[in-house]
């Protein structure tokens, strides 16, 4: 269960100008004006902000209005209040969850690009001690993956060694990266079978670990 809501927080009071008087009373410079403002949260996180209520108020008879509630012949206060609703922003601080969202999503996508550029760039270059995550499908259709590594790189070509363990783990390499877990015979693949293998999908990420 998600929990959301609303909530808001007073932004800017002013005491009036001296030309406003109460629509109720007439007292001359009794008017407050106030600017709120209204943020949606999810889990009391401040989310955004999304809308700025306005309300003047009498400090001698205690009359309060929303802009649009203020009786005909008020338009001094009325503009008043619009004017300082305008000029108000709402506090930086309200946008806080959608900044960490914003920011969580940027780095999401940059350390997943940076991951696929390794990987092609790995591809490309083999060397000794490089481990290739494999998926495939069992009988049923679900991935599976396993471990290939390199234990020979040069010219158009590597030598490696086939883990010999599946996991449905698509990140195996804690799980089955033990020396006694591979195969004792290698065998050879070309770059071009290891390019075609990650274009495929086949081939799903390599871990540099040196030798
Ligand atoms: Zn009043």
Not at 63 to 89: D, I, M
Not at 193 to 199: G, K, T
Request: some cysteine.
């Amino acid at each position: 269960m998600i929990i959301y809501g609303t909530n808001g927080s007073l932004v800017r009071t002013v005491g009036a100008e001296p030309e406003l008087a109460c629509p109720a009373c007439t007292t001359p410079r009794a008017m407050r004006l106030s600017v709120f403002s209204r943020y949606l949260h999810v889990y009391w996180i401040p989310l955004l902000p999304y809308t700025k209520p306005a309300v003047a108020q009498c400090t001698r008879c205690g009359g309060a209005w929303e802009a649009s509630e203020l009786p005909p012949g008020a338009g001094e206060v009325q503009q008043a209040l619009r004017r300082l609703k305008k000029e108000t922003r709402a506090p930086w601080w309200q946008w806080s969850g959608l900044a960490v969202l914003g920011a969580g999503l940027g780095w999401g996508l940059l350390a997943n690009n940076q991951d696929e550029r390794d990987t092609a760039a790995y591809v490309a270059a083999p060397q000794v001690g490089d481990v290739y995550t494999i998926r495939s499908a069992d009988s049923t259709g679900h991935a599976q993956y396993s471990l290939l590594k390199v234990v020979g790189a040069q010219g158009n070509g590597v030598e490696l060694v086939a883990n010999e363990y599946v996991t449905d783990d698509a990140h195996p390499l804690q799980q089955l990266n033990f020396p006694e877990r591979y195969a004792q015979e290698s065998f050879p693949l070309t770059n071009l079978d290891l390019r075609i293998m990650l274009n495929k999908g086949e081939l799903t990420d390599v871990d540099r670990l040196g030798q």
